[in-house]
Nanobody, 122 residues
Framework: QVQLVESGGGLVQAGDSARLSCAAS????????MGWFRQVPGKEREFVAG???????LYSDSVKGRFTIGRDNIKNTVYLQMNSLKPDDTAVYHC????????????????WGKGTLVTVSS
């Protein structure tokens, strides 16, 4: 029923840009905050960016000024524009949905996509 499907991952060079997209279905999209989390082996899933139903945003300090999150409530999509990519940005990026407010705690989010791998070469 609920589906979050990420796309746009791949291999990029340090300093370059990439755009991730997430197509959502099966819930009332505009009532949910949407977010991106990332995870690397041996580390806890990390908050990257979130956007509320009315497009307020919150960013991790590690990506602020480089990444931009946006949403389209007509197309039921959320995106993450990633600029000035660094090798430390390499991770599996997961799209997530949460009723009402944005939080940084991954365990409080309701729905999750399977993820898309972003690899940044040095």
């Amino acid at each position: 029923q609920v589906q979050l499907v990420e796309s746009g991952g791949g291999l990029v060079q340090a300093g370059d840009s990439a755009r991730l997209s997430c197509a959502a279905s099966g819930f009332t999209f505009n009532l949910y905050a949407m977010g991106w989390f990332r995870q690397v082996p041996g580390k806890e899933r990390e908050f990257v960016a979130g956007i509320s139903g009315i497009s307020g945003t919150l960013y991790s300090d590690s990506v602020k000024g480089r990444f931009t999150i946006g949403r389209d409530n007509i197309k039921n999509t959320v995106y993450l524009q990633m600029n000035s990519l660094k090798p430390d940005d390499t991770a599996v990026y997961h799209c997530a949905a949460r009723i009402r407010a944005i939080t940084t705690e991954h365990w409080t989010w309701n729905y999750w996509g399977k993820g898309t791998l972003v690899t940044v070469s040095s």
